[in-house]
């Protein structure tokens, strides 16, 4: 213990030195210019084939796994006319020659030769007509599956006259997800840069000093960005665009907060000390182990995602941890060097001059310290009583998957498409069953699945392009009756698997797009079970290393856990009432915890560590006052900035992003102004010396120390 201590306190020094804070400065200028080139790569590495999101072990996978043997991964663009009084001759004319002109295409993987249709929704007089465009899968499909989507749409006839043409299907939809992702990264950044600069200018109430932290987080997301990009490419991590996008908003998020929390406790010792150096030292040595205990929590409870079965979930987790371990690098390391080398001016026009009066010391959070003192008790049972009300709104929560049609906040035209096809189609065309067997009992797996009510039976069969065997497989497909997306496709499916399964002999397994939905949505329910707990422990673990006590660190997990309850509870009524959300996705619980537990008990974590340092000098009850009084404004501020990062998830056109943003959002304000304010302060005035139990301090007589019998802590020594 010793030894460590010394090391932190070399390391401060160094950090903190009047010549090595220029080489830290020079030493984060070559890592930048050595990692710039390969962080603008990053979206290159994305990998958002169905292996990076499906849980590896599943059905559906391993179905897609085996279909490669057969065909290669090929996902059909469904093009789909209608005209509600009946197509007429030129119509059909149109849709033949648009065919003819769709079989030439051979760029972004599109396979025109293979090209099937038109079929007509009826023989005599038919209203509708679907052309089946195959296009392949392979390494960068998914990064061009937009192209090939918008190739087609050049080729066919445009809608008019009561004839609509629209692309659909798996290829028009995910046609539609890409472009939603599209510049995903640069729209998160300005968004996030410009929410960090708004708060920032609002909290320091200077137009230099937000430039540092700026600085400091951007040189965090091009580093981390880098270092990701090199995994991806050379050691097999996985990342997507879900995870590449909550990666800038998390490095701006948590950096952006660890500067404020470290800046606020740099402006309190400048006031007391002369030199800058002495006072950063201090700064950091106070701060520094909050800050140090906040990054690790969340880098930690981003890890326990990699127990997870989904592979997106699993792939996040080392992700996210990068960026958080990156910011928390460089929010200790750069930002305080470029703050000492600016000098006191860089706070202009408010300047903390030495000897200046602190102003936490008669602010709202010191007065309101001292209100909650009076009646702590009542207090924290009130606002308890209201939060779990509040809770209650958690039963109109309907996390169980959110279907294509209901996954943009807007309507893109494969959704438009998909309504229109299934007026005049089964509702599962172009989305089929995917089946392998063995081809001695294929008949007999055939007919297993046709006996089902949700299957077309005249559909099921060898689709087109396959190897008609491998290995002595075969490869069917059958068309379902309901949407590819919905309840009752998902139910086909358990109901066609017990029924192969049954089939002696057949090894057959049952996969496709509704099949992958559906062992998806069952990983995401066992992650849940298995992640949420874990995460627990970890930051429960944290947190009695971090004060040394057990009932403190209880209650902070209580008060959280409190916190997120009423967070989701709140955030499912607006989604229901307000934004009229169809419902979330299964992942967004999981997803909304741990980003509210690890980021929410930051600002947990930097008040207890006050409360704890004054109260070994004034006892835990005046220490809860000045704690809160000298932390109320900057993790405040801090809790806005996060919640504002956040936010703007909500600027992407897809539903999962913005109710995650939304719920992170809600909860982390509730975190800052209710929940850490009035609810963490008022249980510890209550509970009061025996918060820090088994500590020695649960059983000091320090309480009867008054503030101004502890010496101020000034020094004079000059610059």
């Known amino acids: 213990m010793r030894q460590l201590y010394v090391w932190k306190r070399n390391a401060v020094r160094f950090v903190c030195g009047r010549r090595s804070k220029w080489l830290i400065v020079i030493l984060w200028l070559v890592v930048l210019v050595?990692?710039?080139?390969?962080?603008?790569?990053?979206?290159s590495a994305q990998d958002n084939d169905a292996q990076s999101w499906l849980p590896g072990s599943a059905e559906s996978t391993q179905v897609l796994d085996a279909s490669e043997h057969f065909r290669p991964e090929q996902i059909p663009a469904v093009v789909v006319y209608a005209r509600a009084d009946g197509l007429t001759v030129r119509d059909r004319q149109q849709i033949a020659q648009d065919v003819q002109q769709i079989r030439t295409l051979r760029a972004h993987g599109i396979r025109g030769g293979e090209t099937r249709g038109p079929v007509y929704d009826r023989a005599t007089a038919p209203r509708a007509?679907?052309?089946?465009?195959?296009?392949?899968?392979?390494?960068?499909?998914?990064?061009?599956?937009?192209?090939?989507?918008?190739?087609?749409?050049?080729?066919?006839?445009?809608?008019?006259?009561?004839?609509?043409?629209?692309?659909?299907?798996?290829?028009?939809?995910?046609?539609?997800?890409?472009?939603?992702?599209?510049g995903i990264d640069s729209t998160l950044l300005f968004s996030a840069m410009a929410i960090v600069i708004v708060i920032l200018l609002f909290t320091y109430r200077s137009p230099t000093l937000l430039f540092v932290p700026l600085i400091g987080v951007v040189a965090a997301l091009f580093t981390a960005q880098a270092l990701i990009y090199v995994l991806a490419k050379h050691a097999g991590l996985t990342v997507n665009g879900q995870s590449a996008g909550i990666l800038t908003v998390l490095v701006f998020g948590a950096g952006t907060d660890y500067a404020l929390l470290l800046v606020a406790r740099y402006r309190e010792e400048l006031r007391r000390h002369t030199d800058r150096h002495e006072a950063m030292e201090l700064a950091m040595n106070r701060a520094g182990p909050a800050v140090l205990a906040s990054g690790a929590t969340v880098v930690l409870s981003m890890l326990v995602l990699l127990v997870a079965e989904m592979n997106s979930t699993r792939g996040l987790g080392p992700v996210a941890a990068i960026g958080v371990m990156v910011a928390l690098v460089a929010m200790l390391t750069l930002f305080p060097a470029l703050l000492l080398i600016f000098g006191r001016w860089i706070f202009w026009p408010a300047i903390p001059h030495y000897g200046s009066a602190d102003p936490t010391e008669r602010g709202i959070w010191a007065r309101m310290g001292r209100r909650i003192a009076v009646r702590p008790r009542m207090i924290w049972g009130i606002t308890t009583a209201v939060l779990v009300a509040l809770s209650m709104g958690l039963f109109q929560l309907r996390a169980d998957g959110i279907a294509n049609a209901d996954a943009f906040t807007n309507t893109p035209d494969s959704i438009t498409g998909q309504k229109v096809s299934a007026?005049?189609?089964?509702?599962?065309?172009?989305?089929?069953?995917?089946?392998?067997?063995?081809?001695?009992?294929?008949?007999?797996?055939?007919?297993?699945?046709a006996a089902d009510r949700g299957v077309v039976p005249q559909s099921i069969g060898i689709p087109p392009g396959a190897a008609p065997e491998h290995n002595g497989q075969v490869l069917l497909e059958a068309t379902?009756?309901?949407?590819?997306?919905?309840?009752?496709?998902?139910?086909?499916?358990?109901?066609?698997?017990?029924?192969?399964?049954?089939?002696?002999?057949?090894?057959?397994?049952?996969?496709?797009?509704?099949?992958?939905?559906?062992?998806?949505?069952?990983?995401?329910?066992?992650d849940n079970y298995l992640v949420i707990p874990l995460v627990l422990a970890v930051v429960l673990l944290v947190l009695c290393l971090l004060l040394r006590a057990l009932v403190a660190p209880l209650l902070l997990?209580?008060?959280?856990?409190?916190?997120?309850?009423?967070?989701?509870?709140?955030?499912?009524?607006?989604?229901?009432?307000?934004?009229?959300?169809?419902?979330?996705?299964?992942?967004?619980?999981?997803?909304?915890?741990?980003f509210l537990v690890a980021l929410g008990i930051d600002y947990n974590i930097f008040l207890t560590t006050r409360i704890r340092e004054e109260a070994v000098r004034q006892g835990t009850r005046p220490g809860v006052v000045t704690g809160l009084a000298a932390t109320g404004a900057v993790i405040t501020s801090a809790g806005l900035v996060l919640a504002g990062t956040f936010a703007a998830l909500g600027t992407l056109p897809m539903v999962g992003f913005a109710e995650i943003g939304f719920a992170v959002a809600l909860g982390v304000l509730l975190d800052t102004f209710v929940v850490r304010s009035v609810l963490v302060t008022s249980l510890f005035l209550d509970v009061g010396k025996k918060v820090w139990w088994p500590h020695h301090l649960a059983h000091a007589d320090g309480e009867t120390r008054s503030p101004e019998a502890v010496g101020p802590r000034v020094s004079q020594s000059s610059e």
């Open 34 to 43: 050595i990692a710039a080139p390969f962080g603008s790569k990053l979206n």
């Open 129 to 182: 007509a679907q052309i089946y465009v195959p296009i392949t899968m392979d390494a960068q499909g998914w990064q061009r599956i937009a192209p090939a989507v918008d190739s087609i749409r050049e080729q066919v006839g445009k809608s008019g006259g009561g004839l609509t043409v629209h692309i659909t299907g798996p290829g028009g939809t995910s046609a539609d997800f890409s472009k939603a992702f599209e």
């Open 423 to 449: 007026r005049y189609f089964p509702a599962g065309t172009g989305d089929p069953l995917v089946i392998v067997s063995d081809r001695a009992q294929a008949e007999q797996v055939g007919r297993a699945i």
């Open 557 to 594: 997990i209580g008060t959280v856990c409190l916190s997120l309850a009423t967070a989701l509870g709140l955030s499912a009524l607006v989604f229901r009432h307000v934004f009229d959300y169809a419902g979330e996705d299964v992942a967004f619980p999981l997803f909304v915890f741990v």
């Open 480 to 526: 379902m009756r309901a949407p590819s997306d919905s309840a009752a496709a998902k139910a086909t499916v358990e109901r066609v698997r017990d029924a192969v399964h049954a089939v002696p002999g057949a090894n057959a397994l049952v996969g496709g797009g509704t099949a992958a939905l559906l062992d998806m949505e069952n990983a995401q329910v066992h």
